[in-house]
C-alpha cells in the first residue's frame, strides 16, 4: 500500500502524489497514513545512526533520491547537575543543535525536500522564525532547487538569517510576525506554484518522527515525559506519531507523556487548554526573547492538542526571565548550548514539578531543538560582554 493523506477532521483521503497541504473539502489538517512496517530494533542497529536509518518508517518510495546532509543521530546527554537543579530523578538533552544546520528542522528537511524533488518541484518556500528557513535554504541547495523565504523583520535571529542569505535562499522579510509570513507564503506558494515546506505539510513531519525512534534507541526504554517547546505545534505532533509508530510496531510496549511548553507572551494553545475551550484564540501581538516560538496563530494546534490528550500530557508556560535562567543553567552546568526556545522545556519541567504538577520520580526528557550560536546577539543581551583588559598581567591579576 502506498502512503496517502488523510484529513484528520473528515477524513478525506488523497494520493501521496498530490499537492495539497489542508482538507480540500473542511480546511483542515492532513496527516501521512501508512502501513505500519514490521521491523526490529536489532535490524536499525546494523545501519547509520540519522533519520534514514529507520527507512521504512518513512513514507518515501523506493528509488527516490535521497536528499540528505546526515541529519539526526543527535546525542542524547544524561544531566544530573541540571536534574538536581530541575529537581527530577533523571533528566536527559537530546541535543539537536548538533544537526546539520543546527536545529530538528533538518530531519523534517530532508524528508519534506526529497519529497519536492520526487514530485519534480523545482522551487520549495516557508515562512520562518529563523530554523526553518535555514534548514530549507541548505536541503534546496543540496537538491539544487531554488528557495523562498518569508521572515518577520528584525525578529530572526542572526545566525538564522546568515544561514539562509549564505545557502542562497531568495530572503525577504515582512513588517509583521510570523503567522502574517506564513499567510502570504501560503498565497504565494499557491500563485507561484512553489512546493510549501512548514510544518502544515504533513510529509515533512515525517522526518521529525525520528526524534521518538532515536530516543528510544539511546534510552534502551521509553521515558516518562518528554518535554517539548512548542511554536507553530508541528514537532510535538509528529514526535508523538513516531512514539505511536513504535507502540504500534511492537517495538515498546508503553508510551511517554507529552509535554508541551510555550513563552507566556506566545501562548495560544496553553491559553486554550487551561480555559478548557475547544478552539483556538490566537495572540495577535506574541512577544518571547524566544523568537524561535514567538508564534501567536500556530497552523499544528489540532494535532498538538491531540498529542497531549491522547498522552494524558502536560502544558505550561514560562517568562523569559524563566528561559533565560534555564538556558544559562544548561549551557553553564552540562556543557550544552541551546537557544532560547530550547531553554523553554527545561524551565518548563522545573516549575511543573515546584507545582507538583511533575512526579520526582519521573524521568524526563527535554527536546534541546536548537544551536546556541543561532542566537549571539541574545547571548550577548543577558550575558555581558568580555572584561576589558589592558595588555600588563599585573593590571590583570589585579582585575582578578
Ligand atoms: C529552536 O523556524 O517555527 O512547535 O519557523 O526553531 O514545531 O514550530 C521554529 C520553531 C522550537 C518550535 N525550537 O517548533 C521556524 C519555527 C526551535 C524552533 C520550535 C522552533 P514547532
Not at 480540500?24 to 542497529?45: A, G, H, Q, T, W
Not at 506564513?182 to 513531519?205: C, F, H, I, Q, T
Not at 513563552?263 to 484564540?281: C, S
Request: aromatic residues 6%; positive net charge.
Amino acid at each position: 500500500m502506498s502512503p496517502k493523506l488523510k484529513c484528520i477532521n473528515c477524513g478525506a483521503e488523497y494520493r501521496d502524489d498530490e499537492i495539497v497541504y489542508v482538507c480540500r473539502k473542511c480546511n483542515s489538517l492532513l496527516d501521512v497514513v501508512m502501513e505500519i512496517p514490521k521491523v526490529s530494533l536489532n535490524e536499525f542497529k546494523k545501519r547509520e545512526f540519522g533519520i534514514w536509518r529507520y527507512r521504512e518508517f518513512l513514507p518515501i518510495e523506493e528509488g527516490c533520491e535521497i536528499i540528505t546532509l546526515k541529519e539526526g543521530g543527535t546525542p542524547l546527554y544524561e544531566c544530573d547537575k541540571l536534574a538536581k537543579w530541575v529537581g527530577v530523578k533523571k533528566l536527559y538533552i537530546k541535543y539537536e543543535g548538533m544537526n546539520p544546520t543546527g536545529s530538528f528542522k533538518d530531519r523534517g528537511m530532508s524528508v519534506g525536500v526529497t519529497k519536492a524533488k520526487s514530485l519534480g518541484l523545482k522551487s520549495v518556500a516557508c515562512a520562518s522564525t529563523g530554523n526553518t528557513s535555514a534548514s530549507l535554504a541548505a536541503y534546496a541547495a543540496r537538491a539544487g532547487l531554488k528557495c523562498y523565504v518569508i521572515l518577520p523583520e528584525n525578529k530572526v535571529a542572526l545566525g538564522k538569517l546568515a544561514q539562509a542569505m549564505m545557502h542562497g535562499a531568495k530572503v525577504m522579510s515582512v513588517k509583521g510576525n510570523f503567522d502574517e509570513a506564513l499567510r502570504l507564503v501560503m498565497e504565494l506558494s499557491s500563485k507561484m506554484g512553489l512546493y510549501l515546506l512548514n510544518s502544515v505539510n504533513p510529509w515533512r513531519l515525517e522526518g521529525q518522527k525520528t526524534l521518538a525512534f532515536e530516543v528510544i534507541e539511546q534510552l534502551g526504554h521509553v521515558p516518562d515525559i518528554v518535554a517539548v517547546p512548542m511554536g507553530n505545534c508541528g514537532n510535538i505532533s509528529a514526535i508523538w506519531k513516531g512514539f505511536k509508530e513504535f507502540y504500534k510496531s511492537g517495538i515498546i510496549n508503553k508510551l511517554p507523556r507529552m509535554f508541551g511548553i510555550q513563552a507566556e507572551g506566545a501562548a495560544p494553545v496553553v491559553n486554550m487548554l487551561r480555559k478548557g475551550l475547544n478552539r483556538l484564540i490566537p495572540v495577535s501581538n506574541p512577544e518571547t526573547i524566544a523568537t524561535a516560538i514567538r508564534i501567536g496563530n500556530p497552523v499544528n494546534w489540532p494535532k498538538a492538542v491531540m498529542a497531549l490528550k491522547e498522552s494524558n500530557g502536560l502544558f505550561e508556560t514560562v517568562s523569559d526571565n524563566e528561559i533565560i535562567e534555564a538556558q544559562r543553567l544548561i549551557a553553564s552546568l552540562e556543557g550544552i548550548g541551546v537557544e532560547p526556545a530550547s531553554a523553554a522545556s527545561v524551565a518548563g519541567v522545573r516549575k511543573a514539578v515546584l507545582n507538583n504538577v511533575i512526579d520526582k520520580e519521573n524521568e524526563v526528557v527535554c527536546i534541546g531543538t536548537g544551536h546556541l550560536l543561532k542566537d549571539p546577539e541574545e547571548v550577548i543581551k543577558v550575558c555581558g560582554r568580555p572584561i576589558e583588559i589592558p595588555s600588563d598581567i599585573r593590571a590583570i591579576l589585579n582585575i582578578l
